[in-house]
């Protein structure tokens, strides 16, 4: 009876990190959905109307209000929330259990920032291969509607985003932009999870805070206000990358894509706005990034003592 029991205990230990992660990123991204679906758009746009000023965060949102009501700022949730459910779950869940690791072989004390990069990016590059098809799903869902009336595929959901995109596509389209969305998962993980770790121990001296049943409050948001402005300035420019990668489409006369790879995406960016143009659309990615972060690393600490408590994990 003993050994079911500290069999389920064991299991449940090593789903923590992955349970506890899914849950917050998904709860993030059900939150700032809007701001996603803004960021997107302003990044496609300098690609749909050249030479045309983007638009401003609240003026999108008002835009698509006002003319498709108040449910499209929530166009793709479903995607989101698959696309989290995966990619959310694997990455936070990784980067515990090798943060975790290394702290066991470091006998349990404190690893330095560089271990804490080196997981970031090893947990943030694996979940990126799982979760990139729900994440060409979401570009799809969200840029659709922004393209001239003939053009647009009009998906019902991300499962219809995602079968006739292989359908229609290839297989291989759902893997559209990988190098870009691996190149993106690294430095966010690197600007948000790793930057956090230490974030929270150097608030917390600074605090007075000994963390002895976790850290107080006040060190968990000195903490993520870090990591959201971090996330955000490392990810941004691989971030615009990929989305215009994915959001590509070929030229009905010629049959070209825009964009031959990252290489060549980046060089046209650089050519056509300069190194700011890699930062096209800032003030929606971090109004959508840094509360994403923010809501995730505060949540996870209820959510994981909530969990422990459950199950009766020390």
């Known amino acids: 009876m003993s050994n079911k029991k500290g069999s389920g205990g064991g299991i449940a230990k090593i789903a923590e990190p992955f349970v506890c992660g899914g849950s917050a990123a998904t709860f ?17 746009f300098g690609q749909l109307n050249p030479g045309k000023p983007v638009p401003g965060f609240s003026n999108i949102l008002t ?19 698959g696309r989290q459910m995966v990619y959310g779950t694997a990455r936070i869940g990784l980067h515990r259990a090798f943060s975790e690791k290394l702290k066991e072989m470091n006998d349990g004390k ?20 799982i979760g990139t098809p729900f994440d060409i799903a979401l570009v799809r869902l969200q840029s659709d509607s922004m393209a001239p009336v003939v053009d647009r595929k009009n998906y019902k959901n991300v499962f219809d985003a995602l079968t006739r995109t292989a359908t229609e596509e290839g297989a291989g389209a759902l893997y559209k932009g990988l190098a870009p969305n691996i190149l993106r998962g690294m430095s966010m993980n690197v600007g948000m999870l790793a930057c956090y770790d230490q974030a929270k121990e150097t608030v917390a001296k600074l605090l007075g805070d000994p ?21 955000a300035l490392f990810s941004m420019p691989f971030d615009l990358v990929k989305s215009r990668l994915m959001a590509q489409k070929a030229d009905p006369t010629t049959g070209k894509l825009p964009y ?48 422990r408590n459950t199950f009766g994990l020390s």
């Open 28 to 44: 993030a991204s059900c939150v700032i959905h809007p701001m996603d679906l803004a960021k997107v758009r302003m990044q496609l």
């Open 63 to 81: 835009s698509m209000i006002k003319h498709d009501g108040i449910t499209s700022v929530y166009k793709g949730v479903d995607a989101a929330i």
């Open 110 to 129: 404190p690893i330095s920032f560089v271990m804490k990069t080196l997981s970031g990016m090893a947990s943030g590059s694996i979940a990126v291969c």
């Open 211 to 231: 963390m002895t049943n976790g850290p107080a409050l006040t060190t968990q948001i000195g903490a993520s206000c870090v990591a959201g402005f971090t996330a």
């Open 260 to 307: 031959t790879g990252v290489a060549d995406c980046a060089v046209q960016i650089f050519k056509k706005d300069g190194p700011k143009g890699f930062f096209s659309g800032f003030s929606a990615y971090y109004g959508r990034c840094a509360p994403h972060a923010m809501i995730i690393l505060l949540s996870i600490e209820s959510i994981t003592t909530g969990y």
